[in-house]
């Protein structure tokens, strides 16, 4: 194992969160609060997760993956900071040109693609595409890319069997069995040479050219051990070298993707981020130094950069009480509540579904310093539609205060990825706002946007209300 470097000062989570709860109730106690559900995203801390990355991986470019969080206000703020962007599809290649981010600032990672997404391709100019087929490379090539005056840097995406996002990528790890029995692994490099060899080809045709060549890959979403990035870079380097050697072909840019973990996952598993980056970062500099020439190393964080960043905010509609009822065929004879959110999973809830999110509802309310009182009891938590598939919590999962009433408030910790993104208008119930607020002087500095990023309102928190440390 790597070593970690000097001691760093112990990142702290539930006081951080604490915070981060007391700024969000001080806004919604303002005169000019949103209406609920809403997501309050903290620029302060997005910040850190940005500084932290830069501390840590100081050679390895992030390009913030906007499948985990498309708000505009979010984007907008990262291009400020000088962080680029991995999109998926044509469309949001065309929300980051609207925003003014150039295309040297843009890799786009979904490696299978329709006419729409070439036409946005041809029209913002990424810096880097990726493949997983020389069909792919075809296709590129009959869109007219690459040209005269749009060279990119074309990646093949690299199938990882450990990895829970392998839908895509080309199978270069072949499962064998060894002399001793024993489940074993190799490496062939053909089926990327098909692909790099199709390029030289229609470069050659064309009299046209790719910028580079490289590897993409994807170790699994929320990642808080090392050990796959570690194989990854192995196997890039195996895959890389070998291709030079047989075929000639040089392979100088590797996309390390995303899966790097959020802070509440890393406390869980007993870890920081420092320490996982730390260690990858360490990797990385090793498989630069055997690689034997010059490489650029790129890497697509998503849920890092903005889940911690951002508290969700939901109302109880209606509260009420059971001793009775049969909740999908389970009777339930106990005392419990019965809550219907403004929020559920065809919104913001949605990573109940998506990451098999178990979510922990913290009740507050409004003007009371006094926390909602009373014996915990069993609840139910439905979401807004009249879809009986959106139950945020089902029975016997979760307890809340018996003195909860309706109108009272919950927040939700680690939303800022795949939660406004995700949201759908089902049912048109009310749609979520989205706020964007940081901390200068003792006052906080508040922007409401609507879902597709029109601005609502700006205004600041005065001193005398903001809730003490």
Known sequence: MFDTGQAHKAE????????????????????????????????????????????????????????????VGILQHMHRRGISFDAATGGELDLLSRLGIEGSKIVMTHPIRSDEDLDAIRRCRP??????????????????????DYSPVLLA??????SNLNKFGVPCIVPLVGEDGRATTAFDYRPLRRIFETARSIEQQFSVRFQAYGFAGHVGTNTTSASHYLHLLGTFRVLGLELKRRSGIPITLFDLGGGYCDRMHAERDGITQRDLLNVINQAVEKFRSEYGEPVTIIAEPGRYLVADT?????????????HFGAINGAEVYE??????????????????????????????????SVE?????????????????????????????????????????????????????????????????????EQKIEATVYTPRGE????????????SSN
């Open 12 to 71: 702290n989570y539930q006081q951080s969160i604490q915070r981060f709860q007391r700024d969000v109730k001080s806004i919604m106690e303002s005169d000019e609060a949103p209406s609920t559900p809403c997501v309050f995203f903290d620029l302060d801390r997005l910040d850190q997760q940005i500084e932290l990355w830069r501390e840590e991986m100081p050679g390895i470019e992030p390009h913030f993956a906007i499948k985990a969080c498309d708000a």
């Open 127 to 148: 810096m880097a595409i990726v493949v997983q087929s020389a069909d792919e490379v075809i296709k590129l090539a009959e869109a007219g890319i690459p040209n005269s």
């Open 157 to 162: 995406r690299v199938a990882l069997p450990y």
């Open 310 to 322: 951002a508290i969700a905010v939901t109302r109880a509609k209606v509260v009420t009480d059971a």
């Open 335 to 368: 005392m419990h509540k019965v809550i219907h959110l403004d929020d559920g999973v065809y919104s913001n809830l949605m990573g109940q579904i998506h990451d098999s999110r178990k979510y922990r509802p913290i009740p507050f309310r409004l003007r009371s």
């Open 372 to 440: 909602i009182s009373g014996t915990p009891v069993p609840c139910v938590m439905w979401g807004p539609t009249c879809d009986s598939f959106d139950r945020v919590i089902p029975p016997d999962d979760y307890r809340v205060p018996q003195g909860l009433v309706t109108n009272d408030l919950f927040m939700i910790e680690c939303m800022g990825a795949y939660t406004t993104v995700t949201a759908t208008e089902f049912n048109r119930t009310q749609a979520s706002k989205v706020v964007l607020f940081s901390r200068t």
């Open 455 to 466: 601005v609502v309102s700006r205004f600041k928190v005065p001193n005398d209300k903001v």
